[in-house]
């Protein structure tokens, strides 16, 4: 029997689904797809655990709200980030480019990849005569890539984003997608009072799967008893991201700024802790203290629900957050101690982002 192990890891880690069969035939919409344009982009907003729809006004709102990006300065702005997960099995890279086009417009491009490399393809170790050949190993990688394009405009008091989001998955040489979204996000500021919302993947966002197996894999999955991959097509629901946030200025240059978010699914049937027959709603909080613009402490919670202990009592869990971030000119500094959203301390990751604007140049 051969040993499909690595790629079946590869498989699981990409979230590659298909779409299953009711009794009556129906097809019924996969619960999780795309779930790496979750995880989320800056320190900052990882230290805050998500909890940034409102408040995000730099180069990553592009990611959260593309809103946000009105409240640039007029430079060109470039944000980066990179992190590691599952004890470093799994990287997570972001980066984006953003700028004002005038007083009531800006854009910006992000790109995201979350990817496992040099996965080990033992699916032609053992031949038809069950020899080993060590040769016949071969590696690849199973990777999500996101490319995002953002625009926003003031209208009035409310500034609206939207983003054009184009997704690329693949398994190696075997399997690969291709998708296409759009989110929607909106920002308003009433004097200390901020209110956001992003609305992804609002037209339900697609993935077109295709396989290319080799007469060698394809026999392989049949002696395991593993199902041979068909083309299909993913989708991914509508997400509605709502915050509200409230900026308070103490002794001049201290700041405080909390923020309360609720991230609400429409597939009914997370683990959550709200929770209906139509919508899952999963609240999360985040708070950043500020000294002259200069120094930040950041801190937040998410991730609430109720799970089974080992007595078998129903317990609420909640995973914390906390970071710090230091502001010099045009240079921000971030770090987050976080992780994805199992609470364990031992898979805490330390997260790092850099955010920097270019001097625009004098026309003169």
Partial sequence: MKNLTTLTLALLLT???FFAQNENGADLAPKYSNEFLQIGVGARSLGMSNSVVATTTDITA??????????LNDDIHVGLMHAEYFAGLAKYDYGAFAKK?????AFGISMIRFGVDDIPNTTELIDAQGNIDYDKISTFSAADYGFIVSYARRIKNIDFGANVKIVHRKVGTFGRSWGFGIDLGARYVKNEWILGATFRDVTTTFNAWSYSLSDQMIETFTLTGNAIPQNSIELTLPRLLLGVARKIIVKEKFS??????FDITFDGKRNTLIRTGFASIDPHAGIELGYNNLVFLRGGIGYLQYEMDVGGQEVLTVQPNIGIGVKIKRIALDYALTDLGDASVALYSNIFSLKFALVKPDPS
């Fill in 101 to 105: 086009i005038d007083s009531t417009s």
């Fill in 15 to 17: 979230s590659y689904s």
């Fill in 62 to 71: 592009g990611y959260w709200n593309p809103a946000g990006l009105l409240s």
């Fill in 256 to 261: 405080i700024l909390p923020e309360l978010d």
